[in-house]
Nanobody, 124 residues
Framework: EVQLVESGGGLVQAGGSLRLSCAASGFTFDDYAIGWFRQAPGKEREGVSCISGSDGSTYYADSVKGRFTISSDNAENTVYLQMNSLKPEDTAVYYC?????????????????WGQGTQVTVSS
């Protein structure tokens, strides 16, 4: 059974940092892409960043480029999202998801498995 469990959300002031973790189980990490999505109240869910488990290639949405860094520990089946210089507009529920096709990881509509989400709140 595929499972994804996010952790690391919380409340932080603008300019601060958080690191989200996504612990994955039930599948071979190398064969999947892992993506981070977010959904703010009243807004559509958007893809934030992703990484291919096969070759480690990454993608970032323009809104987070230069501030967020995605990384993976394939041995631990865990993906991290380091979020720096946080802004109030980054406030959302953040989800990690898995796509059975590792390339390209930014095919946002092909993600099949989802975690339960973790709240990130950035105060101004």
């Amino acid at each position: 059974e595929v499972q994804l469990v996010e952790s690391g959300g919380g409340l932080v002031q603008a300019g601060g940092s958080l690191r989200l973790s996504c612990a994955a189980s039930g599948f071979t990490f190398d064969d999947y892409a892992i993506g981070w999505f977010r959904q703010a109240p009243g807004k559509e869910r958007e893809g934030v960043s992703c990484i291919s488990g096969s070759d480690g290639s990454t993608y970032y949405a323009d809104s987070v480029k230069g501030r967020f860094t995605i990384s993976s520990d394939n041995a631990e089946n865990t993906v991290y999202l380091q979020m720096n210089s946080l802004k109030p507009e980054d406030t959302a529920v953040y989800y990690c998801a898995a796509d059975q096709s590792p390339f390209p990881c930014s095919s946002w509509y092909s993600y099949d498995y989802w975690g339960q989400g973790t709240q990130v709140t950035v105060s101004s």
